[in-house]
Protein backbone atom coordinates (compact mmCIF):
# COMPACT_ATOMS: atom_id res chain seq x y z
CA UNK A 1 0.00 0.00 0.00
CA UNK A 2 1.08 3.56 -0.69
CA UNK A 3 2.43 5.57 1.81
CA UNK A 4 3.33 9.38 1.95
CA UNK A 5 4.77 10.58 4.99
CA UNK A 6 5.66 14.56 6.00
CA UNK A 7 8.51 15.83 8.11
CA UNK A 8 10.50 19.26 8.64
CA UNK A 9 7.51 21.22 10.47
CA UNK A 10 8.36 22.73 13.71
CA UNK A 11 8.76 26.72 15.53
CA UNK A 12 10.09 29.11 13.45
CA UNK A 13 9.90 32.96 14.42
CA UNK A 14 7.79 35.01 11.40
CA UNK A 15 9.82 36.13 8.68
CA UNK A 16 11.45 32.58 9.01
CA UNK A 17 11.66 29.61 6.84
CA UNK A 18 11.11 25.91 6.53
CA UNK A 19 11.06 23.01 4.03
CA UNK A 20 8.59 19.93 4.59
CA UNK A 21 9.27 16.48 2.76
CA UNK A 22 6.54 14.60 1.49
CA UNK A 23 8.54 11.16 1.16
CA UNK A 24 6.78 8.08 -0.83
CA UNK A 25 6.91 4.59 -0.20
CA UNK A 26 5.75 3.74 -3.57
CA UNK A 27 7.25 2.56 -6.96
CA UNK A 28 5.72 4.75 -9.19
CA UNK A 29 6.02 8.11 -7.21
CA UNK A 30 6.11 9.98 -10.64
CA UNK A 31 3.04 9.68 -11.72
CA UNK A 32 0.83 10.87 -8.91
CA UNK A 33 0.33 14.06 -8.17
CA UNK A 34 1.57 15.66 -4.85
CA UNK A 35 -0.60 18.37 -2.95
CA UNK A 36 -0.10 19.66 -0.27
CA UNK A 37 -2.59 21.28 2.68
CA UNK A 38 -3.01 22.73 6.25
CA UNK A 39 -5.53 22.34 8.89
CA UNK A 40 -5.47 25.35 11.93
CA UNK A 41 -7.69 25.10 14.96
CA UNK A 42 -11.17 25.53 14.16
CA UNK A 43 -10.64 25.84 10.28
CA UNK A 44 -11.46 23.17 7.18
CA UNK A 45 -8.50 22.22 5.55
CA UNK A 46 -7.40 24.50 3.09
CA UNK A 47 -5.01 23.26 -0.39
CA UNK A 48 -2.08 25.12 -0.04
CA UNK A 49 0.05 24.06 -3.27
CA UNK A 50 0.26 21.19 -5.96
CA UNK A 51 2.29 19.78 -8.34
CA UNK A 52 1.14 18.09 -10.84
CA UNK A 53 2.29 14.39 -12.66
CA UNK A 54 0.47 14.82 -15.85
CA UNK A 55 2.76 18.17 -16.66
CA UNK A 56 4.49 19.48 -13.61
CA UNK A 57 2.03 22.34 -13.25
CA UNK A 58 2.25 24.51 -10.33
CA UNK A 59 -0.64 25.71 -8.47
CA UNK A 60 -0.57 27.99 -5.28
CA UNK A 61 -3.34 29.11 -3.08
CA UNK A 62 -3.15 33.08 -3.45
CA UNK A 63 -1.98 33.80 0.26
CA UNK A 64 1.16 31.86 0.01
CA UNK A 65 2.09 32.86 -3.83
CA UNK A 66 5.59 34.19 -3.96
CA UNK A 67 6.09 32.47 -0.33
CA UNK A 68 5.75 28.96 -0.81
CA UNK A 69 7.60 26.95 -3.51
CA UNK A 70 6.32 23.03 -4.47
CA UNK A 71 8.36 20.59 -6.23
CA UNK A 72 9.85 17.78 -6.69
CA UNK A 73 12.95 14.82 -7.22
CA UNK A 74 11.50 11.86 -8.90
CA UNK A 75 14.68 9.72 -8.47
CA UNK A 76 14.07 10.25 -4.55
CA UNK A 77 10.22 9.58 -4.07
CA UNK A 78 10.22 12.94 -2.69
CA UNK A 79 7.83 16.40 -3.24
CA UNK A 80 9.27 19.69 -1.11
CA UNK A 81 7.41 22.28 0.24
CA UNK A 82 9.72 25.58 0.97
CA UNK A 83 8.18 28.12 2.89
CA UNK A 84 9.91 31.47 2.98
CA UNK A 85 8.93 34.76 4.88
CA UNK A 86 6.60 32.84 7.59
CA UNK A 87 3.44 34.74 8.79
CA UNK A 88 1.61 33.87 12.28
CA UNK A 89 -0.81 32.73 9.93
CA UNK A 90 0.94 30.02 8.30
CA UNK A 91 0.75 28.57 11.35
CA UNK A 92 -1.21 24.75 10.59
CA UNK A 93 -0.80 20.89 10.22
CA UNK A 94 0.36 20.38 6.99
CA UNK A 95 -0.47 17.26 5.49
CA UNK A 96 0.52 16.06 1.52
CA UNK A 97 -1.53 14.40 -0.60
CA UNK A 98 -1.28 12.17 -3.17
CA UNK A 99 -3.31 11.13 -6.14
CA UNK A 100 -2.35 9.88 -9.59
CA UNK A 101 -2.40 11.66 -12.34
CA UNK A 102 -4.94 14.85 -11.17
CA UNK A 103 -4.29 18.14 -13.11
CA UNK A 104 -6.82 20.88 -12.72
CA UNK A 105 -8.35 21.10 -9.67
CA UNK A 106 -5.83 19.74 -7.72
CA UNK A 107 -6.12 22.14 -4.47
CA UNK A 108 -9.36 20.51 -3.79
CA UNK A 109 -8.67 17.95 -0.96
CA UNK A 110 -11.10 15.62 -2.29
CA UNK A 111 -9.22 15.00 -5.08
CA UNK A 112 -6.95 12.68 -3.19
CA UNK A 113 -7.07 9.64 -2.07
CA UNK A 114 -3.56 9.00 -0.18
CA UNK A 115 -3.05 11.36 3.38
CA UNK A 116 0.52 11.65 5.11
CA UNK A 117 -0.11 11.87 8.57
CA UNK A 118 0.56 15.56 8.52
CA UNK A 119 3.83 17.67 10.17
CA UNK A 120 3.22 20.48 12.72
CA UNK A 121 4.52 24.25 11.39
CA UNK A 122 4.06 27.39 14.03
CA UNK A 123 5.16 30.74 13.80
CA UNK A 124 5.55 32.86 16.40
CA UNK A 125 8.20 35.49 17.97
Known amino acids: QSQFVESGGGLVQPGGSLRLSCAAYERAFDAYTIGWFRQAPGKEREGVSC????????YYEDSVRGRFTVSRDNAKNTAYLQMNSLKPEDTAVYYC??????????????????WGQGTQVTVRS
Open 51 to 58: ISSVDGST
Open 97 to 114: AAEPAVSSGCLEPNRYGY
